[in-house]
């Protein structure tokens, strides 16, 4: 299963990526191991995520989300509670 996912940093940021290990992926966000982008700017919290059965797609959704506005990403979890 691969994934395209939202984390929110702690300086209230959002950070979107896509990977096909969701848990260990967001770990290593928190361990400063993950983008250099979060590394800074720990801890991370996963806002959102979709599933996807290729690569390709989670990356192709990882682009489109990348174009979206900060509202337009906020709406995409608004109300919602993700986690493991």
Partial sequence: MNYTYLVRCADGSLYCGWTNRLEERVRAHNEGKGA??????RPVEL????TFATKEEAMRREAAIKQMTRKEKLALFSGKICGF
């Avoid at 250099?36 to 700017?41: A, C, H, I, P, V």
């Avoid at 806002?47 to 979709?50: I, L, M, R």
């Fill in 36 to 41: 250099k982008y979060t590394k800074s700017r």
């Fill in 47 to 50: 806002v959102y995520y979709e």
